[in-house]
């Protein structure tokens, strides 16, 4: 995303070498099917090219399935039956597939080599588990335990917990929570229910008991996973009683498993958590006991994979219902073209499995045989460089994070020295966080779900990337378990583009009326033109909603509600969300833009705009800062402020009020939460905050200086 305007951000500044190009996995498939370049692949594979039998949309999702070598056990009839209209696509009519076949059956079989080949490197934030070593090798790093798990080993545990599924008479079409700390084990759960054909049911850990609720209330979830807890800036952080809180209230749930992380199994251990003895178990006891031989069933294409949850602004999250073949093919495509995956890569998304890229790292990783790397802990523990020792320790090839996560360890502080240092690092001397540190393993940086500005964004492509390796800008969302914009590694690159639509994906702007304003470089609403296969279904509680929340706005127009522009040279860009839009004076401008322009103010950190109401102008904008350590926060200072924001987007924009606060309210991903800071400012109801990580961050909004 971007916050700038167009003009301040024209310059291309990432130029891929020719042999980096012609080393791609997008460059091979053009060179496989007589691609000339960019234009042409965007065309090919989502329109009808006049005089080419091989494009558009149908071909290129028929293609990608061989060409990616995803199995299905039935051939499927055709690619897709939309005789329901766009809305209601059938994808991969008649086919049958399993998720767990492609992403671990066939690697962990006897005969093959990744059999044995680690599946994740997991690192542990600090402290050891009581039951972590069950499988795979374990060791130690400076800062936290260490574990690697084989394909082999893999499958063995989601077998097993294939088989406790069974065992407690989960089916086809059931649903399973997951509310689980990061640890090695989701991912045998999150497999082991697609192996059993159930639906998984993620839950971000970091939720409380009312949001926990609400999804085992809306899921009807039987079976939940969860855990004692896991580690978060050196202390333990509890799960268990939050989970029986929200079980007491939502209802629904008959066997809870329980996995030690911290210790809590152990006689005289440090954690106490409540237990059920009717309902609840230890990992130890209820899925390591059972057998680790399990037949993957076969299932229709249109299987229910995942139950994913999207938090709305107001109101009931929206459950979002993926398939076997829809995630299957959306994650692996966009892994295997837009991160340009090879056999020996280290795919790190910081993210959590209760978030659409939890399980599309893994899902896209995977599928390859690939080697996905997943961490516990918070990106400053010990010390601000967590993420620069973990890529340079473990080789990271990719690396994808939020834009807010890098603007906070951008500015974490310039310098450390060696008093700074734990004991018995073993490092000295006085370096940059990032210096010292060998990050030449990284090919590919990723970005999404965050507004970049530009200065940020060239910071990460320069010191992370090494001015090397391209940002790939994605955005798509939790509706699609993908992007429906991409840059393809083979691109130009200007600060904080997104490059343009994503292979197969129909992508345009529009004005008000529907119409086309992609080629007019006006900026308009950015929505889908036609289906794709990881098109959520419908949502979990209807159609009803479905229809309203995403088709209503235009007919046949999937609208996905972020402001879009693209640039003269191609390039697209996005401006944050059109319903966010602030309306002063019959003039338009989003938030991002106005929190570009405030923290380019070297004085400020962080900063978050929201509209109030105004009698004079309708709306105003009102800025909230996070100053630089040492800053004084003075009315000259908020003078100064207003007027870098009147420079550069005009008078009428420069905040009417600048309140100075030491933090904002955000997910664990790193994203500010702007509503919460709205719906304070405004004294109206929070509706749903079951995205906050810090909730103690609102009260900080309410106290704002």
């Given amino acids: 995303m971007v916050t700038e305007s167009l003009a301040e951000i024209d310059e291309v500044v990432h130029e891929p070498s020719r042999a980096f190009v012609e080393s791609t996995n997008v460059y091979e498939f053009m060179q496989t099917h007589g691609i000339e370049d960019y234009e042409e692949l ?165 939720f409380g008991v009312d949001a926990t609720a609400t999804r085992i209330a809306d899921s009807e979830c039987s079976v939940l996973f969860t855990g004692d807890g896991f580690y978060r800036r050196g202390d333990p952080v509890t799960l268990k009683a939050t989970a029986d809180e929200a079980i007491e209230e939502a209802g629904h749930v008959e066997h809870t498993v329980v996995y030690d992380r911290l210790g809590a199994s152990e006689a005289g251990g440090d954690v106490e958590i409540p237990w059920t003895d009717d309902r609840d178990e230890w990992w130890a006891d209820a899925v390591e006991t059972r057998d680790d031989v399990f037949q993957t069933k076969e299932l229709p294409a249109d299987q229910e994979s995942m139950l994913l949850y999207s938090s709305g602004t107001t109101g009931k999250p929206k459950g979002i219902v993926h398939t076997h073949a829809g995630v299957q093919v959306q994650c692996a495509k966009e892994l295997h073209f837009g991160f340009d995956l090879k056999p020996a890569d280290r795919f790190f998304w910081v993210s959590d499995i209760g978030w659409m890229m939890g399980p599309w790292t893994l899902i896209g990783t995977h599928t390859f045989g690939g080697t996905v790397v997943m961490y516990e802990g918070a990106p400053d523990y010990p010390q601000p460089d967590r993420f620069w020792e973990m890529i340079d320790r473990h080789g990271i090839t990719q690396f994808g994070i939020s834009p807010t996560a890098i603007r906070a360890l951008r500015k974490q502080g310039e310098r450390r020295t060696a008093s700074d240092e734990p004991s018995g690092s073993g490092r000295a001397g006085d370096d940059e966080w990032v210096e010292g540190h060998d990050l030449s393993s990284l090919r590919i940086l990723g970005s999404t779900g965050e507004p970049w500005d530009p ?251």
């Fill in 42 to 206: 965007i065309e090919r594979t989502t329109g009808e090219v006049e005089g080419v039998e091989q494009s558009g949309v149908d071909w290129f999702w028929d293609e990608v399935v061989d060409y990616l070598d995803i199995e299905f056990y039935e051939e499927y009839d055709e690619v897709r039956d939309d005789s329901e209209g766009p809305q209601f696509t059938d994808w991969y009519p008649g086919g049958t597939i399993n998720l767990a076949h492609n992403v671990l059956d066939r690697h962990a079989a006897v005969d093959v080599e990744t059999r044995n080949k680690v599946a994740c490197i997991w690192e542990g934030e600090g402290g050891v588990s009581a039951s972590g070593a069950n499988e795979g090798s374990s060791e130690r790093s400076s800062d936290g335990e260490i574990r690697r798990v084989t394909y082999h080993e893999l499958q063995r545990q989601a077998n097993k917990v294939a088989n406790y599924l069974d065992a407690r008479g989960i089916g086809t079409g059931d649903t399973v929570g997951l509310y689980m700390p990061m640890v090695p084990e989701v991912i045998a759960i999150l497999y082991g229910c697609f192996k059993a054909g159930a639906i998984a049911v993620p839950v971000f850990s970091g």
């Fill in 455 to 705: 200065e940020s964004w060239q910071w990460f492509y320069e010191n992370v990337g090494n001015e090397r390796a391209p940002i790939v800008n994605i955005s798509g969302g939790t509706e699609i378990c993908g992007c429906f914009l991409m840059p393809m590694p083979i691109q130009d690159l200007k600060p904080c583009t997104l490059g343009g639509p994503g292979l197969g994906m129909d992508i345009d702007i529009v004005n008000r009326d529907g119409e086309s304003v992609a080629d007019t470089h006006e900026r308009g609403f950015l929505v889908a033109r036609d289906s794709c296969p990881s098109m959520t279904k419908s949502l979990w509680s209807g159609d009803e909603r479905y229809l309203e929340e995403y088709w209503s706005t235009w007919e046949d127009r999937w609208d996905h509600g972020d402001w879009a522009q693209q640039d003269e040279d191609g390039f697209w860009f996005l401006h944050g969300r059109a319903d966010d839009a602030l309306n002063v004076a019959g003039r338009k401008v989003g938030p991002a833009e106005v929190e570009g322009a405030l923290i380019e103010h070297p004085d400020a950190n962080q900063a978050a705009a929201i509209g109030a109401p105004d009698d004079t102008t309708g709306t105003a904008v009102v800025a909230y800062v996070v100053t630089e350590d040492g800053v004084d926060e003075t009315d000259d200072l908020r003078a100064a402020l207003r007027e870098q924001v009147g420079e550069e987007l005009g008078k009428p924009f420069r905040p009417r009020e600048v309140l100075f606060v030491d933090e904002f309210p955000k997910t664990q991903s790193g994203k500010i939460i702007r509503r919460a800071i709205q719906a304070t400012y405004t004294g109206e109801d929070l509706g749903d905050m079951s995205s906050i990580e810090n909730p103690d961050a609102l009260d900080e909004i309410d106290a704002a200086r």
